[in-house]
């Protein structure tokens, strides 16, 4: 207000402004800029000006006046406002509960592509230092191959690694977009008039409604990254770079319901589900858990099975196995 606004709150305070506060905007405590927010609106329509909106029109979801309900909203059903605000709380609230559910899902995500980040760096590192070795058993004449080998491995982890933080970005958004939905709520229901929460009750669940159908995105690739050395001094090569990508886990094992007996020799049969060209410099390594339990584990290609490998061995004792 401006000052003679302020003189005539001051003049006229028993008459007109019974009731009224006036403080420094400049002196505005928490307690003031609440109960701003809170304060109770007054009718829209023509004529109402001066009454105070305390009742909403279930008919026509809109805040009315003592006037409206004998007026525009005759035989209407009309119920308090502050009671309709509550029953809308409680809807708003389920909402920031379900926004909070989404967002932890959003948070184990993220821990998970942090955590195989930090796995594939940790096996590239290990497979760089293997490709290494493997060069210093033929020093010079084999040092293109290192140089091609550590180059495939590098475009493995820049590819992985730009899948990766793309697809953590994108959670990352989603996170705060959920908790800006949370924020906006809370401060809805703690600051705002029933007013305006009721206003704001069908854009909010809407908000809602849409987060909660929006998918949080799926690890994209796979950690495994290691270095097979096959270095032979007759055809001065190191090896190759062997790494799965995660559309390569629609690989099949068969075998795994058998009854796994003790000195009864098992075998499955690993399916990797490859190119042609894939196949012949795949491989394949098959570990059985606990290793004490196990004795003569022989991995194979299968004949005549189009690049499926036979895995056996003997288990030991009768038990469950991790293959």
């Not at 809807?91 to 967002?103: N, Q």
């Not at 009854?259 to 990797?272: M, N, R």
Request: net charge negative.
């Amino acid at each position: 207000m401006c000052p003679d606004c302020v003189n005539a709150h001051e003049l006229l305070r028993n008459v007109a402004f019974e009731g009224h506060k006036v403080r420094p905007i400049k002196h505005f405590q928490a307690e003031d800029y609440e109960a701003l927010l809170k304060r109770q609106s007054f009718c829209s329509q023509q004529y109402h000006e001066r009454e105070v909106t305390r009742f909403f029109c279930i008919d026509c979801q809109t805040s009315v006046c003592q006037i409206c309900i004998v007026t525009d909203h005759k035989n209407h059903t009309v119920e308090p406002l502050d009671k309709a605000a509550d029953g809308e709380k409680a809807k708003v609230m389920a909402g920031v509960e379900l926004m909070k559910k989404k967002g932890k899902v959003c948070s184990d995500v993220i821990r998970e592509f942090e955590q195989t980040a930090a796995n594939l760096e940790a096996n590239t590192t290990a497979a760089k230092q293997k490709v290494s070795q493997a060069a210093e058993q033929i020093i010079a004449k084999i040092r293109e191959c290192e140089r091609e080998a550590i180059t495939d491995l590098e475009k493995t982890r820049v590819s992985r690694m730009e899948k990766l933080n793309a697809a953590e970005t994108q959670v990352q958004s989603l996170a705060k977009q959920f908790n800006q939905a949370v924020d906006f709520a809370n401060n809805l229901v703690q600051r705002s008039s029933s007013s305006d929460i009721m206003q704001s009750k069908q854009s909010l669940q809407k908000w809602f409604e849409d987060l909660n159908t929006t998918p949080v995105p799926a690890l994209p690739v796979s950690s495994f990254v290691k270095f097979v050395s096959t270095a032979e001094p007759e055809n001065l090569t190191l090896g190759f770079v062997a790494a799965i990508e995660a559309d390569l886990h629609g690989s099949t094992v068969e075998g795994l319901t058998q009854d796994f007996q003790a000195g009864v020799e098992a075998e499955l049969v690993v399916c990797p589900r490859l190119t042609s060209e894939a196949q012949q410099k795949y491989h394949v390594e098959v570990l059985v858990e606990p290793t004490t339990d196990v004795e003569r584990l022989i991995t194979c290609e299968k004949e005549n099975a189009d690049g499926n490998f036979l895995v056996k061995f003997t288990p030991k004792v009768p038990g469950t196995y991790n293959i």
